[in-house]
């Protein structure tokens, strides 16, 4: 390639990977919803290719609602509900999933594409192969997360609701770095790729565990169990939290303890990230600094609020797309403190 292709080839491959990631957050956004509207069940089959096209007949739809109305969340939950009401969540689970297959086609051509006129710079092809496998096991999980709310719950696994949910955020935070490395390797030919320093990683995990109780919290319908801040319900631990189980069953699946867990926690990971964020600016990537400063405010005061309005779906939504940014600047930062020695 002549010194224009060294620079042209990353440059483009890294600006096809941000739309990716984009799209990939429009799915979390979209994830959301679906979950708050309680949509998730509302498709009860997995038809990769045949299920991008929605009922199109009365008759069709009559078959999807019947398919519905056998599984529990139906029976115990939503009985006597009308079609149009059947189709509103049907909607979003099926803007859904088409979104996930839409991701799909948008990775999987283009790097075909790429490879074919070999402009992916050495040593990045394992990588992009990697994060499309990655997302075709996504598209796995979350058929495995449905599965788990269509013959004796009546919603699904809050496990397996987190592995679906942090497997996206990964995806885009594993998008968003690699276009980064493609975008500093563009300006310096001889660049090496950022390495994940020791501190980025702890706060990274930190993170990544708030996460996973955000994640619990919706599973579990836990942000329904107080209404007030910073208090839960007149008392800093809440009473009700249900301690006969195993330790880690109550960590995890108590409601008002992982409502508790979710509101701390948060805390520790907000110092944890304006750390990162600092380490960003001394590496004079002050852009990464001030959006993850900005992300992270951003988001404690949509969870206080979201509490506080008693899971107001707007701020509900609001609180996992701004999560999502959250996770972005964090990548962000991450890499620039550690392209700083690379």
Not at 29 to 57: C, D
Not at 295 to 307: C, D, E, K, S
Request: aromatic share 12%; hydrophobic share 55%.
């Amino acid at each position: 390639m002549t010194i224009m292709d060294h620079r042209s080839a990353p440059r483009a491959v890294a600006r096809w990977l941000l739309m990716v990631a984009a799209l990939v957050f429009c799915m979390v956004v979209v994830g959301g919803i679906t979950r708050l509207t309680e949509s998730g069940l509302s498709i009860t089959q997995w038809k990769p290719i045949t299920g991008a096209i929605p009922p199109l007949t009365h008759n069709q739809w009559m078959e999807a609602f019947r398919l519905y109305q056998q599984i529990p969340e139906y029976q115990e939950i939503n009985r006597g509900m009308t079609l149009s009401q059947f189709q509103f969540i049907f909607f979003w689970e099926w803007v859904h999933r088409l979104l996930g297959r839409l991701i799909g086609v948008a990775f999987a051509l283009p790097l075909l594409w790429f490879a074919w006129k070999r402009m992916i710079p050495t040593g990045y092809g394992w990588r992009l192969v990697a994060l499309l496998a990655l997302g075709g096991l996504q598209g796995a999980i979350g058929w495995w997360m449905v599965k788990s709310g269509l013959s004796v719950l009546t919603d699904v696994s809050h496990y397996r609701l987190a592995v679906h949910l942090l497997t996206a955020l990964f995806i885009m935070g594993g998008l968003i770095w690699t276009a980064l490395d493609l975008r500093v390797l563009a300006r310096r030919p001889a660049a090496r790729p950022a390495r994940l320093r020791p501190f980025a990683l702890a706060v990274l995990v930190t993170l990544g565990v708030q996460l996973m109780f955000g994640a619990f919290t919706a599973g579990l319908d836990a942000g329904y169990v107080s209404s007030t801040w910073p208090l839960m319900n007149d008392h800093l631990v809440p009473q009700g939290i249900n301690w006969s189980g195993s330790f880690w069953a109550t960590l995890s699946s108590d409601p008002y303890l992982v409502h508790f867990i979710h509101r701390w926690w948060a805390w520790i990971a907000a110092v944890m990230l304006m750390l990162l964020a600092r380490r960003a600016k001394l590496a004079r990537q002050r852009g990464a600094s001030m959006a993850l400063n900005a992300a992270v405010g951003t988001q404690i005061l949509l969870g206080i609020a979201t509490v506080m309005t008693g899971i107001a779906l707007p701020l509900a939504v609001l609180h996992q797309a701004v999560g999502a940014l959250v996770v972005a600047a964090a990548a962000w930062a991450a890499h620039a403190s550690g392209q700083a020695r690379a």
